[in-house]
């Protein structure tokens, strides 16, 4: 595959370490003339995802669909980390994520998912086989007691979410701060996009979590969510987790997912 961009590109692909499932290059291509940043997709439903986004932003240079690759203007992004970012950077933060979930123009409409009752049952389901299952269940039913209401106010939060938010997809450039990787765009709630951030890149830090949440509703025209709902994510977000460590080996996330079903219960105590 390689081979094959190269020569329709001009170039010779270098290719970039990077923790993703897909494949990254960077290069010179003598056809643009200009450096590029090469993903090929390992699942094509996530090339088509990030595609649709892209393509309405005026970002893609090429597509190649029958590599499921894209090719980008290779751009000089700094990496966020947790030691490098302050309060002005966290605002940005929270006004960047706010633009994105107002912007509302992509329409997936087989992604849309308007009922939370079914979202909690699917996700719940899946993890049968996990020992922790009895503990979800019973905090499930805990959400259950309430659906009605949660389900109205779930419908009333339902955006476009990047689906992967956090320091690892939000770079530096210059002064400001821009989003990457559209792969797992999906409508939701637009709390759900928060809660690995909050974990983390935020360390569930209080000060850090209200400075955010301040400038998101203060930039955005979404309502305050109630404190249940708010659970309800964090529990949506855990189940996340433990299913994706079911199918890979990652300790350190899995201890993330565990930590949020132990606040759930805490909370309901």
Request: proline letters at 1%.
């Amino acid at each position: 595959m390689k081979k094959q961009l190269d020569e329709l590109l001009d170039t010779n692909l270098q290719q970039i370490n990077h923790i993703s499932e897909n494949m990254h290059f960077k290069g010179f291509s003598k056809r643009l003339g200009e450096r590029v940043f090469v993903k090929i997709f390992k699942d094509p439903l996530k090339y088509r995802l990030e595609y649709r986004v892209l393509r309405n932003k005026g970002n893609c240079l090429l597509i190649f669909p029958e590599y499921s690759a894209l090719v980008l203007k290779y751009e000089d992004y700094t990496p966020l980390n947790k030691e490098n970012v302050n309060a002005e950077d966290i605002i940005k933060i929270a006004e960047l994520i706010s633009d994105f979930h107002r912007e509302n123009w992509l329409e997936i409409e087989n992604e849309k998912e308007i009922s939370l009752e079914k979202v909690l049952e699917k996700n719940v389901y899946r993890l049968a086989d996990r020992k922790e299952y009895t503990e979800i269940s019973e905090l499930h039913s805990k959400f259950l007691k309430n659906i009605s209401k949660l389900d109205e106010e779930y419908e009333k939060t339902l955006v476009l979410i990047h689906g992967d938010f956090g320091f690892r997809n939000i770079m530096r450039k210059a002064d400001d701060v821009v989003l990457i990787d559209f792969e797992r765009v999906k409508y939701a709630s637009y709390y759900l996009d928060f809660i690995k951030y909050f974990y983390q890149d935020l360390d569930n830090d209080k000060f850090k979590k209200e400075l955010f949440l301040k400038h998101y509703y203060e930039h955005s025209s979404e309502e305050v969510l109630s404190e249940e709902l708010e659970y309800c994510m964090i529990f949506i977000s855990a189940l996340g987790i433990l299913n994706y460590t079911k199918r890979v080996e990652d300790k350190e996330f899995e201890e993330l997912g565990l930590k949020m079903l132990e606040d759930i219960g805490n909370y309901y105590i």
